[in-house]
């Protein structure tokens, strides 16, 4: 079954740390992996895509990570920002399409505190 | 260039009634995709349209349903309103459903059922 698992479930840091979200998939067969921010109550906005062939990728303070052997990703968020306080989806894409070609995972709920 | 919109921003229904809920694609994408969020928990997916036909359905019941217009808008309806029904209905658009595309979501329909 194509699942996306995300964790932690949630994480709490100070203004200015660094933190790293995990996503692991065994979506099959594979064709792109995204990472998604959504404000509370508002739509995600995406952040960054990559396919198979790219190990990582760069959005400003955001990079994200994939291991396409393991099926792992990550990503990472430099020096944090009040701003930054969200939940963030890791999304793989099925290549069959057997679900639209999203396959979303239940997102990481991040707290940035002053 | 607009984004993904979608009306209302905001519904109230009583139980048993119907909701109607729209969406409009960024110009030239063919592809919209329904997604319901219940509070705390993450995207469950609805309905794919593209090409003005149903590519496939989630796990919900046939009281969910849609369409998509030849402009490519869609519209989700959900009959005999129940109170679990209750979430924010998220719309996407991309290019093409089966490839390497970017997906883009709009803000919402936060639905309400009392």
């Known amino acids: 079954k194509n699942q996306v698992e995300q964790s932690p479930q949630s994480l709490i840091i100070l203004e200015g740390k660094n933190c790293t979200l995990q996503c692991n998939y065994t979506v099959s067969p594979f064709s792109n992996l995204r990472w998604y921010k959504q404000d509370t109550g508002r739509g995600p906005v995406s952040l960054t895509i990559?396919?198979?062939?790219?190990n990582t990728k760069s959005n400003g303070r955001y990079t994200a990570t994939l291991d396409a052997d393991t099926k792992q990703s990550s990503l990472h968020i430099t020096a944090s920002q009040l701003s930054d306080s969200a939940s963030y989806i890791c999304v793989v894409s099925d290549y069959g399409g057997s679900q639209g070609n999203l396959i979303f995972g239940k997102g990481t709920k991040l707290s940035v505190k002053p | 260039e607009a984004g993904v919109t979608q009306s209302p921003t905001h519904l109230i229904k009583t139980r048993g009634q119907q909701a109607t809920l729209r969406c409009s694609p960024i110009?030239?994408?063919?592809?919209v995709y329904w997604y319901q969020q219940a509070l705390g928990l993450g995207l469950q997916f609805l309905l794919w349209y593209d090409e003005g036909e149903e590519r496939n359905r989630g796990n919900f019941p046939p009281r969910f349903s849609g369409r998509q217009f030849p402009n490519y808008s869609s519209e989700l309806n959900v009959n005999a309103l129940e109170l679990e029904d209750s979430a924010l209905y998220l719309c996407a658009s991309s290019l093409v459903g089966r490839t390497y595309t970017e997906a883009f979501f709009g803000q919402g329909t936060r639905l309400t059922v009392v």
């Open positions: 990559m396919t198979f062939s790219e």
């Open positions: 110009s030239g994408h063919t592809s």
